[in-house]
């Protein structure tokens, strides 16, 4: 298997954002007569409530009051963002792209390029990836990366895999920065032998899931690429400060810190409250931190997501 690490050590996060929807919707209330307890969804999932956009509210949306948190956390004005990326496997139309719907709900009007990246579960680190390489060569300056997603609108709420998702968003910002311990390191992979283990079908409304495929892809698949882009890099799980997992579940979760033989602790992990938020998880979880005062200077964190398709990858990022 061939791999590209992509290096850009002159890139930094200047800053994040999230948000979340209003609305919460608890295990009690959505698995009513389905074939399974909310005892068994936290045990096994780790997941007490998720959020779920309104009726009216789509991916866009999410993806604009995120991505304008994010601009007003980096002293910037929108129209001093000149690229923007939007992570999403639920865009609110087939066309125009998320992207460009929030770059007018955000009011920027300076003509950047925007446009989705479609990596489902691991977009935001493909857009971040992405923006980081522009970023690096002196093509923009203030680059917007968003993940957000709103499963909800392909959930079937009568079948007992309804409990896995909930919707959200979370934006970072990139700017150039030549630091002297700059580090931001990525690998991306995808294999499309997946892609009916986690898809929505043509004609179909709501998405299929291959449980035991998820899995099983999921637990090889991300310890595998920590491994990698740690050895990379040269380093051990022991120099990083801090891993951001995609939030596919606590059961996969669990698992792939029992093959890196890490404690679970260690792992920053959402899923109670918003469950898996998809593309908007890492980005979600990452501003959650750093708004707590989680993170500090010189810290080494470690991305990590696998999302359907198959794709995954891993970012280390010397904040």
Partial sequence: MTNGNCRFDSVRIKSTGSYAPAKIL?????????????????????????????????TSDLAACAGLNAIAAAGLEPNEIDLIIVATSTPDRMMPSAASMA??????????????????????????????????????????????????????????????????????????????????????????????????????????????AVYEKATAALPECIRQILCVNRLGVEDVSMIIPHQASAHVLKRA?????????????????HANTAGASIPLMLDQVNRRGLIHQNDLLLFAAIGAGWTWGATLYRW
């Fill in 257 to 273: 810190a029992e093959v890196l033989n890490v404690p679970y602790s260690r792992l920053q992990t959402n899923l109670e409250l």
């Fill in 26 to 58: 608890t295990n009690e209330e959505i698995v009513g007569n389905l074939p399974t307890s909310p005892e068994w969804v936290v045990e096994h999932l780790g997941i007490r409530q998720r959020r779920v956009a309104a009726p009216e509210e789509f």
């Fill in 103 to 212: 770059q007018a709900k955000m009011g920027i009007r300076n003509g950047c390029p925007a446009f989705d990246v479609a990596a489902v579960c691991s977009g935001f680190l493909y857009g971040m990836t992405i923006a980081g390489q522009f970023i690096q060569n002196g093509v923009y300056h203030h680059a917007l990366v968003i993940g957000a997603d709103t499963f909800s609108k392909v959930t079937d709420w009568n079948h007992r895999n309804c409990v896995f998702f909930g919707d959200g968003s979370g934006a970072v910002v990139l700017e150039r920065d030549d630091r002297k311990n700059g580090l931001f390191s990525s690998i991306l992979f995808a294999d499309g032998a997946g892609m009916d283990d986690f898809t929505v079908f043509p004609k179909d409304a709501y998405f299929t899931m291959n449980g035991k």
